[in-house]
């Protein structure tokens, strides 16, 4: 059974940087598409990133508007890892986030969350002077 577990999370301050890591076990995220999402108290959980394989040598990438042009996320699949690079950051970023894995799907289905079954118990990420 796949399991994942995020790490990375913490206290930054605005305009800050961190790089959040989604270690899976259990089975292999070569086939899967891997979302990562964030919940705010009081907000409904935002998909913000996915990324997935186009074939047996490509992956794509996708994300929402909140985030586009600063968060990258990128795959390992020797380390069977997900990264979230998250570069000026603010306090409106101010979250719990999420990894979550699920079957290949297509863009813009990969933010939303029902269409995966396996999540991470989250990291918090607090943006504060």
């Known amino acids: 059974q796949l399991q994942l577990v995020e790490s990375g999370g913490g206290l930054v301050q605005p305009g800050g940087f961190l790089r959040l890591s989604c270690v899976a076990s259990?089975?292999?995220?070569?086939?899967?598409?891997i979302g990562w999402f964030r919940q705010a108290p009081g907000k409904e959980r935002e998909g913000i990133s996915c990324?997935?394989?186009?074939?047996?040598?490509?992956?794509?990438?996708y994300y929402a508007d909140s985030v586009k042009g600063r968060f990258t996320t990128s795959k390992d699949n020797a380390k069977n890892t997900v990264y979230l690079q998250m570069n000026s950051l603010q306090p409106e970023d101010t979250a719990v986030y999420y990894c979550?894995?699920?079957?290949?799907?297509?863009?813009?289905?990969?933010?939303?969350?029902?269409?995966?079954?396996?999540w991470g118990q989250g990291t918090q990420v607090t943006v504060s002077s």
């Open positions: 259990g089975s292999t995220l070569d086939y899967n598409v």
């Open positions: 990324i997935g394989s186009n074939n047996r040598f490509t992956y794509y990438a």
């Open positions: 979550a894995a699920g079957p290949p799907t297509v863009q813009p289905m990969c933010l939303i969350p029902r269409h995966y079954g396996a």
